[in-house]
Nanobody
Framework: QVQLVESGGGLVQPGGSLRLSCAAS????????MGWYRQAPGKQRELVAR???????NYADSVKGRFTISRDNAKNAVYLQMNSLKPDDAAVYYC??????????????????WGQGTQVTVSS
């Protein structure tokens, strides 16, 4: 089992900044992709940004130039720095981590874990 714990959401005024954090724990052998998704009321969950083990990144067009995703492999953590926030950015943000769990002794298997979500509200 791989668990994700998110933090950093909250209320911010338009134009403000927030930094989301997500830490993975458990029997992690390797992590391939770490990402952030969001879901606003009445809308489907959408990809915000993701980063591979090779630090290649992808961003939704709507956040390019404003958001930055980064990871700390030693801590199994991923971060999302969000600047110039807009009301349209308001949503529940979810961390997603894909990788391999277990060990050579225990056996390895793929995992695809989600965090519990953290609310981001952008309002004056």
């Amino acid at each position: 089992q791989v668990q994700l714990v998110e933090s950093g959401g909250g209320l911010v005024q338009p134009g403000g900044s927030l930094r989301l954090s997500c830490a993975a724990s458990g029997s992690i052998y390797s992590i391939m992709v770490m990402g952030w998704y969001r879901q606003a009321p009445g809308k489907q969950r959408e990809l915000v940004a993701r980063i591979t083990s090779g630090t290649s990144t992808n961003y939704a067009d709507s956040v390019k130039g404003r958001f930055t995703i980064s990871r700390d492999n030693a801590k199994n953590a991923v971060y999302l720095q969000m600047n110039s926030l807009k009301p349209d950015d308001a949503a529940v943000y979810y961390c997603n981590v894909v990788g391999t769990s277990g060990s050579s002794f225990q056996g390895r298997r793929p995992f695809d874990s989600w965090g519990q979500g953290t609310q981001v509200t952008v309002s004056s």
